[in-house]
């Protein structure tokens, strides 16, 4: 059974540390989603991406954070500067045309010290 | 702001007992809801869905309640086995892609 792919699972980094999550999503879907989940908390909507641009973004998607499509399978989300409460746990999804069921990859464990 | 929660945090029930899990949300311009199942270190698992102009689905084992006038959705889990033992959300959305998720239930299958 297809499945959106996350690297790496967990991630440990020092603050003000760039980090790239990656994520290969299932392959015939077309929106892309990163959502976080911090412990114990619900889980976050990011943004959302389609034909090769953000359709949507949260206030916590702020100028820190990037998305990137680099190629035709994998879609990154990039992290510039890490604060200690962007620690999470970070969930790629995707979805098909004109579906509103979302696939979610396994997820990546970020840990900011 | 926009919302959609949980009434209870945990749940236990009894191995073969049906579960029911319970949600608010508080957009009445949502229209489209999933539950979603999470196992620990894993990723959230979609269970079933409904559309805004349904009140009730079934699935195998289970059945989702839609309630617009209340704006209240709940998840019924039938025979609950002890692999159903996770934590269940409920998301909803009007129109876009932005899924808003509940805090979560979590259920606990007593033997």
């Known amino acids: 059974e297809p499945e959106v792919t996350q690297t790496p699972s967990h991630q440990v980094t020092q603050m003000g540390q760039e980090v790239i999550l990656r994520c290969v999503p299932i392959s015939n879907h077309l929106y892309f989603y990163w959502y976080r989940q911090i412990l114990g908390q619900k889980v976050e909507f990011l943004v959302s991406?389609?034909?090769?641009?953000?359709?949507?973004k949260s206030e916590i998607f702020d100028d820190q954070f990037s998305v990137e499509r680099p190629d035709g399978s994998n879609f990154t989300l990039k992290i510039r500067s890490t604060k200690l409460e962007d620690s999470a746990m970070y969930f790629c999804a995707s979805s098909r045309e004109g579906a509103r069921e979302l696939f979610f990859g396994e997820g990546s464990r970020l840990t900011v010290l | 702001g926009e919302s959609v929660g949980l009434h209870l945090p945990t749940l236990s029930v009894q191995e073969g007992d049906n579960s029911i899990i319970n949600c608010a949300y508080s957009n009445s311009a949502s229209d489209y809801f999933i539950w979603y199942k999470q196992e620990s270190g894993k990723g959230p698992q979609f269970i079933i869905d409904i559309r805004s102009n349904m009140d009730k689905r079934q699935g195998q084992r289970v059945t989702v309640l839609l309630n617009k006038t209340v704006k209240h959705l709940s998840l019924q889990i039938a025979a609950t086995q002890p692999g159903d033992s996770a934590v269940y959300f409920c998301?909803?959305?009007?129109?876009?892609?932005?899924?808003?998720f509940g805090t979560g239930t979590r259920l606990k299958v007593l033997a």
């Open positions: 991406f389609y034909n090769n641009e953000i359709s949507e």
């Open positions: 998301a909803g959305t009007s129109g876009t892609y932005k899924y808003i």
